[in-house]
């Protein structure tokens, strides 16, 4: 089973969905993880029910698009629990449209949050662990970031973005003892699904569920502790010869759909 103690860990959108499950896997794994979310409700909800656990977490109100956000949340994990040694850069946001309808304010606030939001962490807390002797990234991509999605055009201009930094990362500084990599994955069950189908497909939430879980080969999303455990791995010194990759985890969408 893939370790962490001793580890200090900044989990982006840590506090629910798939943050809240990676959050939840490193802390069980030993690692002392710092939220970092804009949600004041659901991240000390994910930092309490960590404690509660026997874990270590703090909570650290950010907005990632904003270096000095950043800068603070970062002030405040140092002094909990010392420089970070593995960042995962997992918050971020949807948009539904193609380049015809998406706005431009909807295009420029999703590669604000999705793009921004991934630099603003790394240039603030990349420095801190090379000064360290090293850590590991973990950028959350999609498998949008590898393949043609309807209606998801500034979306996967967001995470191919990822996609190609987590290489150029994973390239510039190797010789620092920085791991780089990335996951991507199909569509998870999280509470933005949820959210959209209350919204969207109020009278039949249930048949809508159905047809966007089929969508996967394997018949289901994925389940957030899914992602999780990837990241635990790839975080952990079980994964110290792998860097500049990124893992689709995806229920057979890529390959093998008919």
């Known amino acids: 089973m893939s370790q962490l103690s001793g580890k200090t860990a900044i989990v982006t959108g840590g506090g629910s969905g798939i943050g809240r499950s990676i959050s939840e896997a490193f802390a069980a794994a030993g690692a002392s993880v710092a939220i970092f979310d804009l949600s004041e409700e659901a991240g000390p909800e994910t930092a309490s029910a960590i404690e509660a656990a026997g874990g270590k977490a703090i909570f650290a109100s950010c907005d990632v698009s904003s270096g000095e ?11 909990a629990f010392g420089a970070p040694n593995i960042l995962v850069n997992n918050a971020g946001i949807a948009n539904i449209g193609t ?16 793009v921004k939001g991934v630099y603003m962490c790394l240039h603030r807390i990349l420095p801190l662990m090379i ?3 090293g850590g590991v990234i973990l950028n959350m991509s999609s498998i949008a970031a590898v393949t043609g999605l309807k209606d998801r055009f500034a979306y996967s201009a967001s995470k191919g973005a990822v996609h190609t930094l987590t290489l150029a990362v994973a390239a510039d500084h190797l010789e620092q003892g920085i791991r780089c990599n990335a996951i991507c994955p199909a569509r998870v069950h999280t509470p933005f699904v949820d959210g959209y189908l209350e ?15 089929v969508v996967q080969p394997i018949g289901r999303m994925a389940k957030p502790e899914e992602i999780g455990k990837l990241a635990l791995y790839l975080c952990s010194e079980d994964a110290s010869y792998i860097t500049g990759q990124t893992f689709n985890i995806d229920g057979g969408y890529l390959n093998l759909r008919g």
């Open 131 to 133: 000064e360290n002797g």
């Open 99 to 114: 380049a015809t309808t998406t706005s431009e304010e909807d295009f420029d606030r999703v590669m604000k949050v999705n």
């Open 69 to 79: 956000s950043v800068a603070t949340a970062l002030s405040a994990c140092q002094e």
């Open 199 to 213: 919204k969207n497909y109020p009278d039949n939430k249930e048949e809508m569920f159905q047809k966007l879980s």
